[in-house]
């Protein structure tokens, strides 16, 4: 037997050398390509699922945080992983009122800045604050039982924040008064920067800043309220060690190259938006992509088909080159566990992976979801106008919250008149009617079955105006 060459004998054992999770997650961030794409699946309160407790309990305890995270990583083998999804965790610290619900973090009901507070009353919130504590115990202890996932940190963005503080009365005030949001948008953005200080110091690989409500306004607006505030906030965390992701969900495809501008390491998208146009945009502006898995169509009433197929489109889209596969957003309470781990199975086995591309590229790649029932739109010409709002649930998004708030408020003065109706698509009812709509975006206002505002929360008195002129005619 002829000897092994000693430099032949190094290169094979490079070869089959495994990065960790968080290995994959730098080097995707950092645009080096991979042969494997890095896999984070979004768990919030699907971890209260995984433990077995409701939502309120499981975000109040770090050791049922710790539970729902661990039984996570073992089950759905991720590169990384947020320790919790809350986008109410900052504003509750900072005296915003908010409501539980049994599968869903909790929503925002009160906003101190239009009950009396001013913006210098305001105290950025210390690792005591509210449930910092909890949060950040759950950081340290998971970074030590996990040491090769890469620990996503997640920070409400200073526009969402500041949403939170003032209410819908945010969109008013920019064209009222810029320099009021100007201090809101900078009080919010030394919040990010705190809260970016203590994830990292209790063990975070990643911070993702998650701005869902950027979706909600134009490119003209972020780039003037948001863009600045964001910047600094990204650069903060660059000057601390730390990988940084930029979340937003809804159809936020008009900011994306905005949001690039802002320097992050990462963005991150929901199905709103075309992969492949994120894909294009970010690498050309050196910023690496995630996303964008379905959350409710494939991950909550699909089968493991549906997910595998699903998978597999987006890392085709993705590629090699800075993406990470992820849903659009956090995970459902009641998301299939056997769908997640039908996706694992995806990113972690080639053999697999090669046999369903090898299924959809003999046309079968269309979704096996149906509706699973005939949903037939009734209109009484004599009823009350319909009004109906597309959302994926508003106690637990926040665009669809302050989306269906804007519209009760203005329906309100029509009394009997007028009837609103949300269709939550993380129902399946609620996906017969997104689909009957002819709706393509979420959060969507339907008056009259015609689809109204798509995606976009517009100011109270033009629904108001909407529903006036339907009523008169």
């Not at 089959?16 to 984070?40: D, F, R």
């Not at 409500?213 to 964001?230: L, N, P, R």
Request: hydrophobic share 40%; proline share 5%.
């Amino acid at each position: 037997m002829n000897p092994i060459c000693p430099s032949k004998l190094f290169i094979f054992v490079q070869s089959v050398i495994i990065m960790t999770g968080k290995e994959l997650i730098a080097k995707a961030m950092k645009l080096e390509p991979l042969s494997s794409v890095p896999w984070v699946p979004f768990v919030g309160v699907h971890g209260a699922s995984l433990a077995g407790v409701d939502s309120e309990s499981y975000l109040n305890s770090k050791e049922l945080i710790v539970r729902g995270v661990s039984s996570a990583i073992e089950i759905y083998k991720p590169d990384g992983i947020p320790v919790l999804f809350d986008l109410q965790l900052e504003a509750e610290a900072l005296g915003c009122r908010v409501v539980w619900a049994k599968s869903n973090p909790p929503s925002v009901i009160g906003h101190p800045l239009t009950e009396g507070v001013d913006i210098t009353d305001l105290k950025i919130p210390s690792k005591e604050s509210g449930r910092i504590a909890v949060a950040l115990e759950a950081v340290k202890e998971i970074s030590e039982l996990y040491p090769e996932v890469a620990i996503y940190g997640l920070v409400t963005g200073p526009f969402t924040l500041g949403l939170h503080l003032l209410g819908t009365d945010i969109f008013m005030q920019m064209f009222m008064d810029e320099f009021y949001v100007y201090d809101l948008m900078e009080f919010c953005s030394v919040v990010a920067k705190k809260m970016s200080d203590y994830y990292i110091e209790a063990g975070c690989d990643v911070i993702a800043i998650v701005d869902p409500m950027v979706s909600q306004i134009g490119t003209e607006q972020f780039d003037k309220f948001v863009c600045g505030y964001a910047t600094g906030i990204f650069d903060h965390i660059r000057e601390r060690g730390v990988l940084s992701s930029f979340f937003v969900c809804g159809d936020a495809q008009h900011n994306i190259e905005s949001m690039c501008r802002c320097r992050p390491d990462n963005i991150s998208v929901d199905e709103n938006i075309s992969l492949g146009y994120v894909r294009d945009i970010a690498l050309e502006q050196g910023v690496s992509f995630g996303g964008n898995l379905k959350l409710t169509s494939t991950l909550l009433f699909g089968d493991e088909t549906d997910c595998e197929k699903d998978a597999v489109e987006c890392m085709e889209i993705g590629g090699s080159r800075g993406f990470i596969l992820s849903p659009g957003c956090d995970l459902p309470y009641s998301t299939v566990v056997n769908n997640l781990k039908a996706v694992s199975e995806i990113v972690k086995n080639g053999y697999r992976r090669e046999v369903v591309k090898a299924i959809m590229s003999e046309g079968n790649s269309e979704l096996s979801f149906e509706d699973g029932q005939d949903y037939i739109l009734k209109d009484d010409p004599d009823g009350p106008l319909k009004i109906d709002v597309i959302t994926l649930d508003s106690a637990s998004c926040a665009p669809c919250q302050y989306m269906m708030s804007a519209v009760l408020r203005a329906a309100e003065p029509f009394g009997e008149r007028v009837v609103v109706t949300e269709h939550k698509i993380k129902e399946r009812s609620g996906l017969n009617m997104m689909k009957r709509l002819g709706v393509k975006k979420i959060p969507t206002i339907c008056i009259a079955q015609d689809v109204v505002f798509s995606s976009n929360i517009p100011p109270v008195d033009q629904i108001y105006n909407s529903i006036y002129e339907r009523l008169k005619h």
